[in-house]
């Protein structure tokens, strides 16, 4: 990886807390790429486990949105102040085996996570200027005060981060 360009790294897995993963993480940060990982479907929380619990990734609860529920957390996400911010994580459509046709509708944080990977790196590439502002949201230098834990539930939400693409990719 070239690390004087910002890349995007999606990590939809959750294991128990774990140094070494955490290191990986790091090292991956330190070399420019967001790694933006699932916070975990155990309703608990997140700082528990790994990689959403290593301060420089950008962790990702779910969120429903539209549903038959109405628009909330996801009832399984897990949360706390290793959590970013929300993303869409209920009934996500996408391909599956079986065929080249083949879909399922799934639920949870890994479906989250790279609807976040997936705008961080669109916002790149419509302007490659926003790389450094984009690469801000893993520390959360584009918050309120710089406070990565901005939000009265110490989170982030989708109005934030939707503000602060919004400005990046202006």
Known sequence: HDSSKVAVMNL???TAYNESLNELVKKAYDDNIIVVAGAGNNNANASSYSPASEPT???VAGATIGTSSGNGIFPMSNYGP???????????QSAWIGSSTASNSKSDTSQAAPFV??????AIEIDRRAERDVADLRTGACGAGGDRHAGPAGERGLDELDAELRGVAG
């Open 12 to 14: 939809s897995f959750i």
């Open 117 to 122: 990977a997936g705008v961080a790196a669109l």
């Open 57 to 59: 990734a950008l962790t």
């Open 82 to 92: 290793s959590v970013d911010l929300y993303a869409p994580s209920s009934y996500i």
